[in-house]
């Protein structure tokens, strides 16, 4: 009976693993940096969303050991940089953490817009964004925020974490 129950358990944690890891999402860098200007940094997200028409909010899951969620406390404000779907370069670069890789942004051509936050010069598009309310309910902090500027610089495909054979999810 011990071993039938076990069974079942094992068969819907896998379950809830394939089932969760099936939803399709898309590769966006965030990119941030400290209220002084200081250490900008990007990494690599796929949960992220829009969450309200008006005003208009998304909501970003940042890791707790990201380096990413420790400068965001500081200056409260991210950009949000739609890449294009052969740009694979892009997203493993941002895809390694800074306390292992150093300054990630650095080498890559970038440029504060008028929200104040640094955006990438490959990016398609970008939406900027200022830190509104954070939750914390699991291993992601959530971080709802206002959209205050956007830009769109050439058209293209975006980037998808299937293009790349990656999954964040189960
Ligand atoms: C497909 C994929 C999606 C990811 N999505 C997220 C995400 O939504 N939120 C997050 O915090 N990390 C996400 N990550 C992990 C971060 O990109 C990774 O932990 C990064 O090294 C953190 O960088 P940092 O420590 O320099 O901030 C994802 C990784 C992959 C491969």
Redesign the pocket.
């Known amino acids: 009976m011990l071993d039938l129950m076990q069974n079942i358990m094992t068969q819907t944690e896998q379950s809830k693993h394939e089932v969760l890891r099936s939803l399709p ?1 898309g ?1 966006y860098v ?1 990119a941030l940096q400290r209220s002084s200007g200081e250490d900008p ?8 969303t829009q969450c309200s028409f008006e005003p208009p909010l998304l909501l ?4 707790r ?5 420790e ?1 965001l406390k500081d200056g409260k404000a991210f950009s949000v940089n739609l890449i294009d779907e052969l740009d694979h370069d892009l ?1 493993r670069r ?8 150093g300054h ?1 942004l650095e080498p890559e051509d970038y440029a504060v817009e008028a929200g104040g936050t640094p955006v990438l010069g490959r990016a398609l598009a970008f939406i900027e964004c200022q830190m509104v309310q954070l939750f914390e309910p699991g291993d ?1 902090v959530l971080v709802v925020s206002r959209v205050v500027n956007v830009g769109r610089r050439r058209d293209g495909e975006l980037l998808m ?1 299937a293009d ?1 054979g ?3 999810g189960g």
């Open positions: 999402y590769l965030v940094n990007a990494l690599v997200v796929s949960w992220l970003l899951a940042l890791r050991d990201s380096s990413s969620l400068i997203a941002f895809v390694r953490p800074a306390h292992r890789v990630k992601h974490a790349l990656w999954h964040y």
